[in-house]
């Protein structure tokens, strides 16, 4: 069975600050994805990245910055210099599966960031 | 390019009506995704379509949800009678493929009083 768990529920910070929320995730399958997806207050869910369990590169856009460790099962997400718009519920999610069943995402419970000015 | 349209945003209705939600997924996407997120269960994957076809409606409360996909740029999600049990966010997603990214609506906030 896929499981995601992102252990912190609320995180709050000041503006500037870096910000790191964690993903953990089990899966038995040795193909598989992982995404983050943002869900700012307005409620609409923005994909953000898609890494595949054969990519470990680390990936860095603007701010944001991810990094993939299998050998810790974790997805971790970096946001530096935090800013308010960044003020969102984060979603960590895995897709695996085999014979054809890898669309399943499986989301985590997702995170609060609350970036204060 | 547009992304995935969902219709109505916003819907009120009462106890025992037909609730009737509407998808246009991305053009030349060919995977579709319903899903209904609550604060108790989270996000969850209600059917899935692939070229038309529902692969996994496992997700599907029960008998009063269905879900249809006459064509590849249109999808509905009704409820009949529907619940107050039902109120939720409902999403609508799409990809070009069943394990590729997909990609969200804005969500119909559906309150059944």
């Known amino acids: 069975a896929q499981k995601v768990t992102q252990a912190q529920t609320e995180i709050s910070v000041v503006e500037k600050e870096d910000v790191t929320l964690d993903c953990v995730y089990e899966?038995?399958?040795?193909?598989?994805?992982l995404f983050w997806y943002k869900q700012p207050p307005s409620g609409e869910l923005v994909f953000l990245i898609r890494r595949n369990s054969f990519d470990e590169q680390n990936e860095i856009s603007g701010r944001y910055s991810w990094n993939f460790q299998k050998s810790t099962s974790s997805f971790n997400f970096t946001i530096t210099a935090s800013q308010v718009v960044d003020s969102a519920v984060y979603f960590c999610?895995?897709?695996?599966?085999?014979?054809?069943?890898?669309?399943?995402?499986?989301f985590g419970k997702g995170t609060l960031l609350t970036v204060n000015p | 390019d547009a992304g995935v349209i969902q219709s109505p945003r916003h819907e009120v209705t009462e106890m025992g009506q037909e609730v009737t939600l509407r998808c246009k997924p991305i053009?030349?996407?060919?995977?579709l995704f319903w899903y209904r997120q609550t604060m108790m269960r989270g996000l969850e994957l209600l059917i899935y379509?692939?070229?038309?076809?529902?692969?996994?409606d496992s997700g599907m409360p029960e008998d009063r949800f269905s879900a249809k996909m006459p064509n590849a740029s249109f999808s509905t999600l009704k409820i009949q009678p529907s619940e107050p049990r039902d109120s939720a966010v409902y999403f609508c997603a799409s990809s070009f493929g069943g394990a590729e990214t997909q990609y969200f609506g804005p969500g119909t906030r559906l309150l059944v009083l």
């Open positions: 999610a895995l897709a695996s599966g085999s014979g054809g069943s890898n669309y399943k995402l499986t």
């Open positions: 899966t038995r399958d040795t193909t598989y994805y």
């Open positions: 379509f692939n070229n038309n076809v529902p692969i996994d």
């Open positions: 053009s030349g996407h060919n995977s």
